[in-house]
Structures are given as C-alpha cells and as structure tokens.
Nanobody, 124 residues
Framework: QLQLVESGGGLVRTGGSLRLSCAAS????????IGWFRQAPGKEREGVSC????????GYADSVKGRFTISRDVAKNTVYLQMNSLKPEDTAVYYC?????????????????WGQGTQVTVSS
C-alpha cells in the first residue's frame, strides 16, 4: 500500500522555524517528483515547493522563496520542508504529494499520491 505521512507541524511564533517531514511507505520517493502544498481555511490548495525526480531541481512559490527549503533523504525515503522566518500567513494544513512526472510542479493535478496533512499555525 502506497502511503505518505507528514509530520513536524505545530504552533510557532512569527519568525520561528519548523521542519516538516514526508515519509513514504510502499514505494521509493526518489522515483517520484514531490510537491508540498498548503491549504488555509476558506482558501484553495496552493503549491509551496517541489523537487524533481529527474535531476533533483527544486521550485518554490514566490511567497516562500528565500524562507523555505525542500530536500530529500534517499536513505530515509523522506522529503523535508525546512520553513524559516515563518509568518502568520503561512498558517495552513501542509500536504506532501508524489507524482510520476519527471519534473516537479506546483499544480495539484500533477500529483497522484497525497498525505493526510499536518497543521502549521504561526502566531503573531
């Protein structure tokens, strides 16, 4: 059974940091492009960051560039999202996703497998 499990969310103050983890079971994450998405109440799901299975290249939404970093640990079959300088507008449920495309994308329909999400709350 293919499964993605996110962890690492929580409550943090403005300017703080969190590291989200996305662990895969039943398949090898290195064979997939991975995306991180978030969804705040009443808003659409938006792409935050991605990493391509082809060459490991990364992409970021403008709103998180310079603050978030995506990385992949092949040995642990886990992808991380390091989030620094957090702002209240970063508050959302964060999801990781996996897709078979060669290149990462910030579009939800490019991904087939999704985790259950982890809540990130940034207080002002």
């Amino acid at each position: 059974q293919l499964q993605l499990v996110e962890s690492g969310g929580g409550l943090v103050r403005t300017g703080g940091s969190l590291r989200l983890s996305c662990a895969a079971s039943g398949f090898t994450l290195d064979y997939y492009s991975i995306g991180w998405f978030r969804q705040a109440p009443g808003k659409e799901r938006e792409g935050v960051s991605c990493i391509s299975r082809s060459d490991g290249s990364t992409g970021y939404a403008d709103s998180v560039k310079g603050r978030f970093t995506i990385s992949r640990d092949v040995a642990k079959n886990t992808v991380y999202l390091q989030m620094n300088s957090l702002k209240p507008e970063d508050t959302a449920v964060y999801y990781c996703s996996a897709g078979a495309g060669l290149w990462g994308s910030l579009l939800p329909y490019d991904y087939k497998y999704w985790g259950q999400g982890t809540q990130v709350t940034v207080s002002s």
